[in-house]
């Protein structure tokens, strides 16, 4: 299999970080004179750009949020006039209001390189027909596939998310080679399929799935559904979109691309951070953004780093899976799902009705996730009659889906009768394996 830029992904490790060095040096002076919340913690730390010579001084740096993007709600951390962003995408917060992260001509062309690496790393040329079925829009996965396909030079069908029937027919009838979707959706295609007798008519090779943690039994079963070669993709929407780390054909851990973010790992209570190998929090700086550059992110994501040469002859170093976060995101169907976006709704619609008592129960059935939500009712509505009770609950279920954007089972249930915790309130169960 080729190599997109052998110059660059099979850079030897010195100049990795000579390289790392340099553009760490300019992107931290970058933010200081335009991002005022980075301006601001260098401030309070003692810190001035000239203090930091290269990556051994990293760590000194002050910590980048999930909530700094809230705080600074909608374009108060870009680093550019707007007249220089492009294009935006979104995410889901912490509570009603969406992350928002913008992108410059020059970091569009970034990010599509970064994912035609990946195409390339996992056998794709030219010749491909790539099925893109992440979602377009505000999330990143669609038009970040769409953009790595268009500069690998592959022909990109841009069919979004849903419809499973026209996606099986148009990756029939137009024979597509490749397909970028979410693990959960590829597997329930391959079922699809599979009762329709049409997986001898499927011309898939490589399939690129991520944006939600997915375990190896599932993708052995995509592979053998689809008939094609499973590789994981990773990324998040404040670093980039998809394309921050990725597999290549030794599908032996994702390939950060250190030319372009630095990843670190760190003990998520001491925020020490620990030697190679170890398990921890995974926390990215961009060195080469414009538009929206973040210094030291804590990603939330639970893996660890290794160093090692791959047997591929990359020297990118590769991420272990994320087996976990440091916080209570969900994510379910692809969505990014936090405990305290439900509160909110919870809270809204209340009007007396429900207690503060509820909690979420994930699984995965038939391959798809279940989202359930029991909420408390009060003594009040539990006197009154079903009529009213389904009333409340159709509330609710509507302020969910206006908040996330999926459907989540609500139901309301008797007083007192979610078990009460000693220490701090068990909110979420999640059956799914991974
Ligand atoms: O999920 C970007 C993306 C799109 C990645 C398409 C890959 C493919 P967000 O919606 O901001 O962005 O969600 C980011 O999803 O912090 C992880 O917790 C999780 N995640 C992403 N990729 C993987 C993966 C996109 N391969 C959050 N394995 C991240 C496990 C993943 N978790």
Redesign the pocket.
Known sequence: MSIRNPEIECMPREQIVAMQNERLVAQVKRCYENVECFRKRMDEAGLTPDDVHGVEDLSKLPFSYKSDLRDYYPFGLFATPMSEIVRVHA??GTTGKRIVVGYTKNDLAMWADCVARMMEAVGLDERDIVQVS?GYGL???GL??HGGTEALGATVIPMSSGNTSLQIQTMVDFGATALCC?PSYALYLGEEIERLGLKDQLKLKAGI??????SEDMRLQIQEKLGLKAY???????IL??GVACECECQAG?HVWEDHFIPEIIDPDTCEVLPEGESGELVFTTITKEGFPLIRYR???ICSLNYEKCACGRTHVRMR??SG?SDD?L?IR?V?VFPSQIEEVLLRVSGGDITPNYQIVVDRVNNTDTFDVNVEMSETLFADDIRSIEAVEKRITSGLRDMLGISAKVHLVNPKTIARSEGKAKRVIDNRKY
């Open positions: 995410s889901s992440y999330f990143t996965g970040g596939a979410t799935f991520g944006a939600e943690p997915w994981d993709i990773y990324g998040l929407s404040e979109g998809p994702m990603t939330r994501d899976k994320p976060r995101m994510i692809g990014n």
